[in-house]
T-cell receptor, first 115, second 114 residues
Framework: GAVVSQHPSWVICKSGTSVKIECRSL??????MFWYRQFPKQSLMLMAT?????????EQGVEKDKFLINHASLTLSTLTVTSAHPEDSSFYIC???????????FGDGTRLSIL | KNQVEQSPQSLIILEGKNCTLQ??????????LRWYKQDTGRGPVSLTI?????NTKSNGRYTATLDADTKQSSLHITASQLSDSASYIC?????????????FGTGTRLQVFP
């Protein structure tokens, strides 16, 4: 149980393109979803926390107009990287939590490469 | 400042050997401490979870220990296999402040060679 699916797993696109990444909880309802970014040989860095039906809470230094997060249902959250540039290239990982003290379950990540 | 530090940064061992990874943390109080395995290009997968009152937790060939007095945890891998090659991340969930913001260690990259 507690499977989180992320799609796509890998995307390559030109600079200036907007890219949407989906995060789905397959067998549970996720009241809260989290988006992380991971650079090579570094650990995960929290970008934002989103609760279903509410606006996302962004970490300091993360541009909310650049990284649009939508959590419209209890099983789906999306991260849209708008007008992506090479410096946005990274590994993006989502996690989902059912409620309160339940653990976060991580997706398999999306490798984003901007040319 | 809440921090989690891991050592060594990287480790190479031969298949069949044992190894121990270390985690030192300053997060206090904390709700739980987890060890995750992250294969290259994949998301983290939880191996063990311990609350502050637990000293040890096993999951197959993985055994985690916790010393809340010294704020140290270790992950011991027994009879390593090639598939154990991955990054191992120590993650602490704080009990106060933003309890949703997990504190991640930088990980230990383990390589197991035949």
């Amino acid at each position: 149980g507690a499977v989180v699916s992320q799609h796509p797993s890998w995307v390559i696109c030109k600079s200036g393109t907007s890219v949407k990444i989906e995060c789905r909880s397959l067998d549970f309802q996720a009241t809260t979803m989290f988006w992380y970014r991971q650079f090579p040989k570094q650990s995960l860095m929290l970008m934002a926390t989103s609760n279903e039906g509410s606006k996302a809470t962004y970490e300091q230094g993360v541009e909310k107009d650049k990284f649009l997060i939508n959590h419209a249902s209890l099983t789906l959250s999306t991260l849209t990287v708008t007008s992506a540039h090479p410096e946005d290239s990274s590994f993006y990982i989502c996690s989902a939590r059912e409620w309160g003290n339940q653990p976060q379950h991580f997706g398999d990540g999306t490798r984003l490469s901007i040319l | 400042k809440n921090q989690v530090e891991q050592s060594p940064q990287s480790l190479i061992i031969l298949e069949g050997k044992n190894c121990t990874l270390q985690c030192n943390y300053t997060v206090s109080p904390f709700s739980n401490l987890r060890w995750y395995k992250q294969d290259t290009g994949r998301g983290p997968v939880s191996l063990t979870i311990m609350t502050f009152s637990e000293n040890t937790k096993s999951n197959g060939r993985y055994t985690a220990t916790l010393d809340a007095d010294t704020k140290q945890s270790s992950l011991h891998i027994t009879a390593s296999q090639l598939s154990d090659s991955a990054s191992y991340i120590c993650v602490v969930r704080p009990l106060s402040g933003n309890t949703d913001k997990l504190i991640f260690g930088t990980g230990t990259r383990l390589q197991v060679f035949p």
